[in-house]
C-alpha cells in the first residue's frame, strides 16, 4: 500500500538525513551506510520482506576477550535493563575470539516515515550509540 503523505523508508533519505546532521558517511552503494567516529561505528540498513524495516547497528571498535564473557553480558543486561531507545547484546566470537558488543533499533516503517521523525530517530541513534560507547569505557567497566 502506497502512502504519499509518508514516503518510504530508503538508504537514499537515511544518507540525506545523515548530511543534514553533518554526519559523514560512506556506502557500500546498495544495502547499507557507515557512520564512523572515534571509538564505534554505526551501520545503517534497511531490511525485511518488503524493505520496510529500518536497522541502526552500534558497534564499538573495541571488543571483549573471551575470558571477560561474563562481565560483558552482564553489562549489556545492565544497559537494557537501565536504557531506553536501543537493545544491547554480546555478538558472536570474531575469527580472533574477540566478543563485539552491538546496540541496535530495528524501526518497522510499512506505513512510511515523514522526514521528520526520520531526523529525530537518526539523531536519537547517533546520539545514544555515543552515551552507549561511553558508558562501556566508562561506568560500564567493559571496554578499556
Known amino acids: 500500500m502506497e502512502n504519499d503523505i509518508n514516503p518510504p523508508v530508503s538508504l537514499r533519505r537515511v544518507a540525506c538525513t545523515l548530511d543534514l546532521l553533518d554526519v559523514r558517511h560512506l556506502s557500500d552503494g546498495e544495502s547499507s551506510l557507515l557512520a564512523l567516529w572515534e571509538r564505534h561505528a554505526l551501520l545503517f540498513g534497511i531490511e525485511g520482506p518488503d524493505d520496510e524495516i529500518l536497522v541502526i547497528r552500534a ?27 536501543a537493545k544491547a547484546y554480546v555478538g558472536d566470537p570474531t575469527e580472533r575470539g574477540q566478543l563485539p558488543i552491538f546496540a541496535e533499533w530495528q524501526v518497522p516503517m510499512r506505513s512510511g516515515i515523514h522526514d521528520a521523525l526520520l531526523l529525530e530517530i537518526v539523531d536519537t541513534a547517533k546520539s545514544v550509540s555515543t552515551t552507549f560507547v561511553d558508558w562501556l569505557h566508562g561506568d560500564g567497566g567493559l571496554l578499556f
Do not use: D, I, K
Not at 573495541?62 to 531506553?84: C, I, K, Q
Open 59 to 85: 558497534r564499538p571498535h573495541a571488543t571483549v576477550p573471551p575470558e571477560l564473557s561474563e562481565l560483558a553480558y552482564r553489562a549489556v543486561n545492565e544497559w537494557n535493563h537501565a536504557r531506553r531507545f
